[in-house]
């Protein structure tokens, strides 16, 4: 199993990148993709998630959009309108469908946003 994260980076403010994430090795379509994020001395948190639908944090509805492309096995996060307080280590995370603990974590890319 693999998540390879992709397209972190020095970003300013206001700056919109977008992250991705090469799923291999597991069914993609039967997995939930999320994006989490870790700023230093800070727990890990969720950011957005993706099924059918979408959920995002309150702190990115509006600027962050997840989308998944299941023919590719890959997921993205296009984070617009960035802020200081968005710098952290952006990870992918699979987590199965059908029965709670199955989960897998990329190795994270790092986001800092700063002018």
């Known amino acids: 199993v693999q998540l390879v994260e992709s397209g972190g980076g020095s970003v300013q403010p206001g700056g919109s990148p977008r992250l991705s994430c090469a799923a291999s090795?597991?069914?993609?379509?039967?997995?939930?993709m999320g994006w989490y994020r870790q700023a230093p001395g800070n727990q890990r948190e969720l950011v957005a998630s993706?099924?059918?639908?979408?959920k995002y944090a309150d702190s990115v509805k509006g600027r962050f959009t997840i989308s998944r492309d299941n023919a590719k096995n890959t997921v993205y996060l296009q984070m617009d309108s960035l802020k200081p307080e968005d710098t952290g280590v952006y990870y992918c995370?699979?987590?199965?469908?059908?029965?709670?603990?199955?989960?897998?974590w990329g190795q994270g890319t790092q986001v800092t946003v700063s002018s």
């Open positions: 993706v099924t059918s639908s979408t």
């Open positions: 090795g597991f069914a993609f379509s039967n997995y939930a």
């Open positions: 995370n699979a987590e199965y469908r059908w029965r709670s603990g199955i989960q897998y």
